[in-house]
């Protein structure tokens, strides 16, 4: 096991200089640079010919990357463009914030999904379980964008349950429990917007999973020697039929990151889903790679992460 999780690990490197490089050609072949569109006729031009020499936009795009390359390696993620701070400090006050909206939107995805799913499968072809399907289809089929819109509509204008903006309330001068409860009513609106797509596919999962699992033979010999149903249940349908759903929980460290951007933009969540979109606008070629890399560092060890709790959960499976 040690040694495939090391081999894993050593196939990151070459798996993020690859990405790098792939990202840092799509923006330069993009036109112009970060401080197109913002000349102002009364600057003068040498002003924007220093700007760009001191944030090296005047060298080629191979010195520009082995420059970006050099200091990335030595932990120094560059100077952001627009609010000319380190990029580093950025996504630390950032990150925060979409941690806790990712950890949100898992807890909302796992109890639900789970139980609803669980629920359709021991009610196979009633009306409940075609009124959950259909609801999964619609779940599914739903873009973000539309969901967060009309979760907006509903919850903040209409009925005024929840904020649809921030991640607290201003000026309310709260702190402790008081500040964290506040943070929980902000977030709930963009948690189920990030989740509600999974919360549909794991539903579905989870009764295709518990369907399958239920015809099995040891399903059907622990019912014909008489063992509750219950205890079939939980002891051998879900121990077999919820073992993929440990994969997804992995994959989903890299997925839901990048579904917040969609959701931090609509709701002025300040993460660094919302920061990237910023900067994509601007062309902060610092934020966009740093972000870029983040995001692409969670999903590989959400990869990796999801193969290791799938060997420690099923015994069958062994990496040697």
Known sequence: MYQYILRRVLIFIPMLF?????????????PGDAFTGQLDPNQDARYYEEMRERFGLDKS???????????????????????????????????????????????????????LGIFSAQRPYSKWDYTLTGAAFVGISMPSFF?????????????????????VTAGAGLGGMEAFIDKLHHVILPAITLSIINIAQYTRFTRSSVLAAKQQDFVRTAYAKGVPASVVLRKHVLRNALLPLVTLFGL?????????????????????????????????????????????????????????????????????
């Open 18 to 30: 690859l990405i790098s490089v792939l990202l840092f050609t799509l923006v330069q072949l993009a």
């Open 61 to 115: 795009p191979v010195e520009q990357y082995l420059m970006w390359g050099k200091n990335f390696l030595q932990g120094e993620l560059g100077i952001s463009f627009r609010h000319k701070l380190p990029v580093s400090e950025l996504i630390g006050d950032r990150i925060g914030n979409t941690i806790f909206l990712g950890i949100c939107a898992y807890i909302l995805t796992y109890t639900l999904a789970i139980p």
């Open 147 to 167: 969901a967060g819109l009309l979760l907006i509509f509903l919850f903040s204008f209409t009925l005024d349950w929840f904020p649809f903006s921030g991640t």
């Open 252 to 320: 989903d460290m890299g997925i839901l990151l990048s579904g917040a951007v969609i959701t931090e933009t609509i709701f002025s969540w300040p993460g660094i889903g919302q920061l990237l979109v910023e900067a994509i606008i601007n062309r902060d070629y610092p934020i966009m790679m740093a972000v870029t890399m983040l995001a692409s560092f969670f999903v590989l060890l959400g990869n990796l992460v999801a193969d290791i709790l799938y060997a420690v959960v099923d015994p069958r499976i062994r990496y040697e």
